[in-house]
């Protein structure tokens, strides 16, 4: 599929961005390749729990291990459903309002405000912006930024796939500790077998910007 139109006054070099990404992945030595899949937590005591997050692309899901029985259970949405769609809406003036199912129930009424199914664009390359884009809302306009990132306009701002990932963890984060009634510091978070180390490392990075300890 063709690439996206560049928009109007973009002074972006497309290759200039794409040999910025061949460099960051020829940096990404062995240790990098697999610091996600087992990061090493360090050897104290934690103050708060440890919850695992299965990132969804549509729906992502929220688990702990009980106290008294040692068996997992989910967290529940706040509306009493086992899932959390994966979306964020933002207000006017950029400041996220609705997550979840309040955000994804405003793609009819509100889709340039909208963001669903952010974790398709996690750790992905200039190279790859055509396809991503077809698999995403018209509204929702990928760019490359001054770094040589993939990034999403929304309503006329840009922000990084890892800020907007964050942002939802984040609200996971909350929505746990509400539920806990205790804090929650630390997190597992399941990735597809077919993610690339650049994945793996995006997500990583999304989740310690949410203010987790990655497990």
């Not at 103050?47 to 729906?59: A, E, F, H």
């Not at 979306?87 to 309002?97: E, G, L, M, Q």
């Not at 746990?176 to 630390?186: C, H, N, T």
């Amino acid at each position: 599929m063709p690439m996206p139109p560049r928009r109007p006054g973009s002074t972006v070099n497309m290759q200039h961005s794409m040999e910025m990404e061949a460099k960051r992945r020829m940096e990404l030595d062995e240790a990098t390749r697999n610091r996600f899949v087992v990061v090493k937590e360090e050897n104290r005591e934690r103050d708060g729990r440890v919850i695992g997050v299965d990132l969804g692309t549509t729906n992502s899901c929220i688990s702990y291990i009980d106290k008294e029985t040692n068996k997992p259970k989910i967290i529940p949405s706040p509306t009493g459903s086992w899932v959390f769609p994966t979306a964020i809406t933002f207000d006017k003036n950029h400041k996220v309002r609705l997550y979840g199912e309040e955000a994804r129930a405003c793609v009819r009424t509100s889709a340039s405000a909208t963001l669903c199914s952010g974790k398709r664009l996690i750790g992905r390359g200039v190279g790859e912006l055509g396809r991503v884009q077809s698999q995403l809302h018209k509204t929702n306009m990928l760019t490359i930024n001054e770094k040589g990132e993939v990034a999403v306009e929304i309503m006329g701002r840009t922000y990084t796939v890892v800020h907007i990932i964050a942002m939802f963890l984040r609200y996971l984060k909350h929505e746990s500790e509400k539920y806990l009634k205790e804090p929650v510091d630390a997190v597992v978070v399941s990735v597809p077998a077919f993610f690339t180390p650049q994945q793996k490392v995006a997500t990583e990075d999304a989740a310690l910007a949410a203010g987790f300890d990655v497990l």
